[in-house]
């Protein structure tokens, strides 16, 4: 636990140094944000701010991440953990670069965007899969079964990976949303990794390397936080959001959580259910909507519900279902 | 660990149906805050926002403590606890409702609210020193020694007490500032109990009882800062700063950790401080100021920096405090 604190405290002290390096250098290079058409109108002020800020967490909890991880230890779900945030967080990093150079609000086209994502989830599943550690199973929360799901695993996991990558990067609307929703998400994951490190002697290197990670997270977004929180100073772009969609799915495969998913990151799942049903009820009603606006926090800002008052209420929410599922792993 | 999730689940889930029921009443009683004249010319739009909020996270720890706590445990110290919580938030209240009954930013003089406040120091302080189990001694953080302070523990304590009420009550200047970072604060204190208890076994009953009351203030102030946070819908008042300063300092009396206030209650001290430099400065220079006002926050506030961005900043340094103060309490 000590290990785990100081990694936390180290990849926040490199965030927060990066913070005043990243930011300026990015209004130099003209990373600032074209605010998409169809959000609220209030947020026509945001525009201009700085994007691409995720590498302020990211790279700081990448490095945390190999300083203090247990390097006698094995590392295959380590391993498998930071590929599947650097992958995912490499075509967030496209999108954004090209957004840059087209001066658009849009960078990759959809089908630029999913196809590569595709690609990355299958390799995934499958590698999860063949992993005897892993093999196709998960736990069930509350009940402590396995249920092995067979091959039947691989395309449940794509679409549970696309699903959580595009659901963080859908919950990325407001200063602060994803960044602190996701912050409390990595500390359970970090909590849990400890407990079954404890559970599980023989495969305790395996979950303590990812709780490291997981804490790294933690630091990383706190320092992000600082020039993230309203009114921000600059945005986690897709290369930010892709990443944390990618750094927590990967631990929760790993860790046969993935029913885990719709607990802590409820406030994702909302955030793509929400979109959907607005989708299907347009269609279904030839042009109503069934929210004022999708994803939900826009929906609560359109109500006139102010947006630090929806953030605080996303946490709040958030920690509340963090609480619930940490139930699982503490006597 | 259960036990203790579930205390602030309950007194979350109390706070949160607590408040849409004060909020309206505190607000037909016209217990709305009259903003003081000396505050930041920004804060006069907080004119008319209910205060006495306070008692929408006491009341429901104090319920929440009274179900959840170990009754056939020992509870002298959870006692102790309650009696500082109750005893300084009664001085808070009394001052809050001569403010609303005279319409006044003003309630209780300075001395009406010393006196008393001087009073339940004394008997906590020799309350304390008379206890075995405490007995005039502090745990040097860190170094893992114990200091015995003899009775000059009588005056040293007074000292802290009274300073540690009054800056939970400087603290409370900006939305979710105090009720925010002693969230973190209580949070720490909890995990610290149990593993206080866990070292001392035959001392157990007694912090974890302690520490169930810190879980449910983290439950209570959770739910409060649902409607505290900006734009705050309800204000604390000093019934529950000085409810907060009470309880916070009588855990860490009873677990002898007085010595980690300046570290997890940092906000606090330089919120007094501060207070205390200007005034020295401002005597010293005749009327030269050093801060551009005091306490801190509402110097960065006059500095240009927003209110949200302060307290985001309270935060993150509060929480980096607890991590480093629980690296003494984690293996």
Redesign the interface.
């Known amino acids: 636990?000590?290990r785990l604190?100081?990694t936390?405290?180290a990849a926040?002290a490199m965030a927060i140094v990066l913070g005043p390096i990243v930011i300026p250098w990015l209004k130099r290079m003209h990373f600032g944000k074209e605010i998409y058409e169809l959000g609220p109108q209030s947020h026509k002020k945001k525009q201009g701010t700085p994007q691409m800020g995720g590498i302020i967490f990211a790279v700081p909890a990448l490095i945390a991440t190999l300083a203090f991880c247990y390097k006698d230890g094995r590392w295959d779900f380590l391993l498998y953990v930071l590929l599947s945030a650097v992958g995912f967080g490499l075509i967030g990093f496209a999108d954004d670069f090209l957004k840059v150079k087209r001066h658009a609000a849009e960078g990759l086209t959809p089908r630029q965007k999913m196809l590569p994502q595709i690609v990355i989830a299958i390799a995934l599943s499958v590698w999860a899969y063949l992993n005897p550690n892993i093999g196709g199973t998960w736990t069930v929360p509350f009940f402590n079964v396995t249920w092995n799901l067979g091959w039947f695993y691989i395309p449940v996991m794509l679409f549970v990976m696309v699903g959580t990558v595009n659901s963080a990067n859908l919950l990325d609307g407001l200063d602060?949303l994803l960044g602190g929703c996701s912050l409390f998400d990595f500390a359970t994951m970090a909590l849990i990794c400890v407990a079954m490190a404890a559970a599980d002697p023989a495969n305790a290197g395996e979950y303590l390397n990812v709780g490291i990670f997981a804490g790294a997270m933690v630091g990383g977004l706190?320092?992000y936080?600082?020039y993230n929180?309203?009114?921000a100073r600059v945005f986690m772009g897709d290369v930010g959001s892709f990443f944390i969609g990618g750094a927590l799915v990967g631990v929760t495969t790993v860790t046969r959580l993935s029913l885990l998913l719709p607990v802590i990151a409820l406030a994702m799942v909302v955030s793509s259910l929400s979109d959907l049903i607005q989708f299907a009820y347009f269609r279904a009603t030839h042009g109503k909507r069934f929210f004022k606006m999708a994803p939900l926090h826009h929906h609560f800002e359109l109500s006139g519900m102010?947006e630090?008052?929806i953030?605080?209420?996303y946490y709040?929410v958030t920690?509340?279902l963090c609480?619930?599922a940490?139930?699982n792993f503490?006597?």
């Open positions: 636990m000590q604190i100081w936390v405290i926040f602060g706190m320092g936080l600082r929180s309203h009114p102010p630090t008052q953030v605080a209420m709040i920690v509340v609480l619930l940490l139930l503490v006597a």
